[in-house]
Nanobody, 121 residues
């Protein structure tokens, strides 16, 4: 059974930092690209960042570029999101999601339960 379990969320002041983790199980982790997606209160899903299967290529939304860093440890089956210089607008439920491509179409086929990040003074 595929499982993605996020952790590391919490309440942080503006300008602070947090590191999110996503522990994966039930599949060959280093065969898949992994992503972080967030949902702010009352808003839709927003893609945040992605990393390829080997960890050598990373991608970021403009809203987080220069502040967030995604990386993975394939030996630990875990993907991370290091968040710095946090802003109130980063407040959201953060999900990790597995990326797959079927018949040329990209989709996120498995999601974790999410971890809440709240940025407030």
């Amino acid at each position: 059974e595929v499982q993605l379990v996020e952790s590391g969320g919490g309440l942080v002041q503006p300008g602070g930092s947090l590191r999110l983790s996503c522990a994966a199980s039930g599949f060959t982790f280093d065969d898949y690209d992994m992503n972080w997606v967030r949902q702010a209160p009352g808003k839709g899903l927003e893609w945040v960042s992605g990393v390829n299967s080997g960890g050598g290529s990373t991608y970021y939304a403009d809203s987080v570029k220069g502040r967030f860093t995604i990386f993975r440890d394939n030996a630990k089956n875990t993907v991370y999101l290091q968040m710095s210089s946090l802003k109130p607008e980063d407040t959201a439920l953060y999900y990790c999601a597995r990326r797959t491509v079927v018949n040329g179409l990209e989709r996120y086929d498995y999601w974790g339960q999410g971890t809440q990040v709240t940025v407030s003074s």
